[in-house]
């Protein structure tokens, strides 16, 4: 689904202009202007989802680079001899899952390095494991990781938890179209959203070591 179709907007429409047009659409379509209208019932429902993304700058750049990566890889496909080949399902998920990490992890080192103190103290409980694994320290990655789901666990917000979702559902709409016929069961989409959501966390995770690895001094 376009969410700038769906906002009747271009993709290089100002924040204020997708304000404005979500307005007017939401006032359009809003249920108690069209009771028992099940099409502006669903249109209310697709103007609201599109909005939740477009209506927030990192969202919309985080859509914006999905749909990049969706339209490279359809073009490269068009332009194949062979018309019977079919878009890898690998290529796409990988693309998809690499864009939604590597968004992951800039939110999480952004992050992190506004609470400088928190990575001190992060700093602190590794140093003291990894001492206690090979008795002496260093900077041990699988330490690190071990205890980034601990430390992510006390600075991921539920505005954070819900901008996830949003751009995991988002994603797992882009692997439909990007491959058709494959997730068409309810089976392979939970399976699917499964998976993209452990890229986003697996970025967090990333930036969590990143902004530790910054700041890591050995003693």
């Known amino acids: 689904m376009n969410y700038y179709a769906v906002l009747e907007v271009s993709s290089q429409a100002s924040q204020e202009d997708i ?61 194949d001899v062979e018309p019977a080949d079919v878009v890898s399902p690998s290529v796409v998920v990988g693309r998809i899952e690499a864009t939604l990490r590597d968004e992951a992890r800039r939110e999480m080192l952004r992050l992190m390095m506004t609470r400088k103190e928190f990575i001190k103290s992060e700093l602190a409980i590794i140093r003291e494991r990894v001492i206690q694994w090979q008795g002496y320290d260093t900077f041990e990655d699988q330490v690190v990781l071990g205890r980034a789901n601990e430390g992510i ?67």
Not at 23 to 47: M, S, T, Y
Not at 179 to 192: D, S, T, Y
Not at 199 to 219: K, V
């Open 19 to 79: 304000k404005k047009a979500y307005r007017k659409l939401a006032l359009e379509h809003h249920p108690d202007r069209n009771q028992g209208d099940r099409g502006a019932e669903q249109k209310i429902r697709e103007v609201n989802a599109a909005y939740e993304i477009l209506g927030d700058p990192e969202s919309r750049k985080t859509y914006d680079r999905l749909r990049l990566g969706q339209v490279e890889i359809s073009h490269h496909h068009s332009c």
């Open 153 to 219: 666990g006390l600075l991921v917000t539920e505005d954070m938890e819900r901008r996830k979702d949003n751009l995991v559902e988002v994603a797992v709409e882009m692997v439909r179209s990007g491959v058709p016929g494959w997730l068409n069961k309810a089976e392979a989409q939970a399976q699917m959203k499964q998976e993209l959501d452990g890229a986003y966390r697996a970025g967090w995770r990333e930036g969590y070591t990143q902004a530790c690895e910054l700041f890591y001094e050995r003693r």
